[in-house]
């Protein structure tokens, strides 16, 4: 009894309650966005989101009741069992649209990349706790770039420029919240930059075009008119919106991908500007709490955790939101906790499961 009385005094019910709050506010909006739906894939994402959220609820207790300095020790297993699966989707993978390869079908079709964001938060967290003393290093830097190349490296052939981005971001979250010196950043910024070139030349022909797309409107209307589409539906919601499930752009399918990549144009057409900021607002509020965590750490182990996790939410969170208001080009990485996609939403929870782990073992100041 004192042991379940002690662990729901600590539980964050904050950020509890913010990420049921878009959770929710997420599978209205994908029932929006799918009613009326023909495709069979349109017409399950709905009960698939449903049963993700239950699965990702579980599993996000189950995380919190865990101590995450045992993951610690499966740091290796974890980051080896990334490295197959990773492997697993070049040899065997199942292509989606635009000829990307990046999902697994064994019974249920799953996204490895998506299950790759959280496991290197957890080895590279753990690869730097045990160097903690050596951050200072510029070696122990280099070693921790290795570490993350290797699985972002599988990830960008498949291609997935987005998600290795966000591997990218997870990393410099970590680093910093580890105290990454400043001639450090300078340095592999400019490594970053060096290598720039030489990634895009690796980039696929629909990839290059989102870019060239953002950089000139007219030269590929194709690739413009769904972005043309989501600031029409952005601005046409006004402050209030169109109502539920009464949006023009939305019901009569003139938005694409409105269920994933452009699901925020979907909130601000039928919400209007008050449902945008509502649901940037309560991102906020995961992100405070998970700094807020991250501060109170008992170690440098649960700091780190909790600044990949939030840096991790933050960059999908910016990118997002920004490629539907044209800010930024087109990555197809989805809003976390809101858009449809069964594996992103699971392993967001995982997430927060582990951030609530570090909650419940941090320091009591009286």
């Known amino acids: 009894m004192n042991e379940s009385g002690h662990f729901w005094q600590r539980f964050d019910f904050i950020l ?31 009960p698939d989101q449903v049963s993700f959220a239950v699965v990702g609820f579980l599993a996000m207790l189950t995380l919190a009741l865990t101590d995450y300095r045992l993951l610690s020790g499966l740091s290796a297993w974890l980051y080896g069992i990334m490295i197959i699966l ?6 065997l993978g199942v292509e989606g649209d635009a000829g990307a390869q990046r999902w697994l079908n064994i019974g249920i079709r799953i996204q ?30 280099i070693a921790s770039f290795v570490h993350l190349a290797i699985p972002a490296g599988l990830v960008f052939i498949q291609p997935n420029l987005g998600t ?44 290059l075009s989102r870019i060239t797309t953002f950089l000139c409107s007219e030269c590929d209307p194709e690739a413009q008119y769904n972005i043309d589409q989501a600031k029409i539906s952005i601005g046409s919601g006004g402050m209030f919106g169109k109502g539920y499930a009464a949006g023009s752009q ?12 452009f699901i925020f144009s979907v909130i601000a057409h039928e919400f ?23 501060r109170k750490a008992s170690d440098p182990l649960g700091s780190m955790l909790c600044y990949g996790v ?4 933050f960059f999908q969170t910016v990118v997002s939101i920004g490629m539907n208001i044209n800010i930024m080009p087109v990555t197809g990485l989805v809003l976390p906790f809101v858009s449809s996609g ?6 967001t929870m995982i997430g927060i499961g582990l951030v609530q782990s570090v909650v419940l073992r941090q320091r009591r100041f009286k």
Do not use: C
Request: hydrophobic share 55%; no cysteine.
């Open 112 to 141: 490895p990349s998506e299950i790759g964001k959280i496991i290197i938060i957890i080895t590279l967290s753990t690869f730097l706790s045990t160097r903690y003393k050596d951050l200072d290093k510029f070696s122990t830097v």
């Open 164 to 207: 290795t981005l966000v591997f990218v971001i997870t990393w410099g979250s970590i680093m910093w919240g580890a105290g990454l010196r400043v001639h450090h950043i300078l340095l592999m910024g400019a490594a970053v930059l060096l290598m720039a070139p030489i990634a895009l030349t690796q980039l696929k022909p629909y990839q």
């Open 250 to 261: 939305n019901i009569g399918r003139f938005l694409r991908v409105r269920h994933t990549d």
């Open 86 to 91: 990773l492997l697993m989707v070049i040899f």
């Open 310 to 313: 939030g840096g991790m939410i």
């Open 342 to 347: 069964g594996t992103s939403l699971l392993f």
């Open 272 to 294: 209007g500007m008050v449902g945008g900021l509502a649901t940037m607002g309560l991102i906020g509020i995961v992100l405070m709490r998970i700094l807020h965590a991250a």
């Open 16 to 46: 509890l309650g913010a990420v049921t709050l878009l959770i929710l506010f997420g599978i209205m909006m994908i029932a929006s966005a799918t009613r009326g739906a023909v495709d069979p894939d349109l017409i399950n994402r709905l």
